[in-house]
Antibody, heavy 121, light 112 residues
Framework: EVQLLESGGGLAQPGGSLRLSCAASGFTFQNYGMAWVRQAPGKGLERVSAIHGSASSSYYADSVKGRFTISRDNSQNTLNLQMNSLRAEDTGVYFC??????????????WGQGTTVTVSS | DIVMTQSPLSLPVTPGEPASISCRCSESLLHRNGYNYLDWYLQKPGQSPQLLIYSGSTRASGVPDRFSGSGSGTDFTLRISRVEAEDVGIYYCMQTLHTPGTFGPGTKVDIK
């Protein structure tokens, strides 16, 4: 069964850091692009960052550029998101998402259940 | 900045009846390869979003054929031929041509 399991969410102070991880199973991880999509409480969706299957390319939303870093370990089937200089507006549910190819443009076909990040003093 | 709009934002539906949602992008989503870079997602209550349509009109694996996508360039439509009770939720269009991609505001579909 294809599965994505996020971890690492929690409470952080403004200016603090958190590291999210996503454990992938049931598919050949390195063959698929991956992304993080977030949803603020009661709000819509925002794709925060994405990384190619080979980790050869990645991109970030302007709202997190310079503060967040996406990475992947294809030997461990793990996707990570290092979040620094956190702000209140980073609060939300963060979904780990798989693209249906190694490319990172369209077709996010598998979603995790999400992990909640709360930034508050 | 690329702006995605959807209409209506709220759509009460009757089971068995058709329904449609419009999505408009401030820039063309037609790539030189001939594909439109527009996805549709459905987030059912309490669940993670799920992919319905990609490339404007291609149904994702396992998506019932009552869902169809059409359009090109800047204007797109998601149609449900006969709404079922399980189709309630928030429908999002998303442009995927210009990174990092932009979701529309969402259309909330519920049963009348």
């Amino acid at each position: 069964e294809v599965q994505l399991l996020e971890s690492g969410g929690g409470l952080a102070q403004p200016g603090g850091s958190l590291r999210l991880s996503c454990a992938a199973s049931g598919f050949t991880f390195q063959n698929y692009g991956m992304a993080w999509v977030r949803q603020a409480p009661g709000k819509g969706l925002e794709r925060v960052s994405a990384i190619h299957g080979s980790a050869s390319s990645s991109y970030y939303a302007d709202s997190v550029k310079g503060r967040f870093t996406i990475s992947r370990d294809n030997s461990q089937n793990t996707l990570n998101l290092q979040m620094n200089s956190l702000r209140a507006e980073d609060t939300g549910v963060y979904f780990c998402v798989r693209f249906f190819t190694s490319a990172i443009y369209y077709g996010m076909d598998v979603w995790g259940q999400g992990t909640t990040v709360t930034v508050s003093s | 900045d690329i702006v995605m709009t959807q209409s209506p934002l709220s759509l009460p539906v009757t089971p068995g009846e058709p329904a449609s949602i419009s999505c408009r992008c401030s820039e063309s989503l037609l790539h030189r390869n001939g594909y439109n870079y527009l996805d549709w997602y459905l987030q059912k209550p309490g669940q993670s979003p799920q992919l319905l349509i990609y490339s404007g009109s291609t149904r994702a694996s396992g998506v019932p054929d009552r869902f169809s996508g059409s359009g090109s360039g800047t204007d797109f439509t998601l149609r449900i031929s006969r709404v079922e009770a399980e189709d309630v939720g928030i429908y999002y269009c998303m442009q995927t041509l210009h990174t990092p991609g932009t979701f529309g505001p969402g259309t909330k579909v519920d049963i009348k």
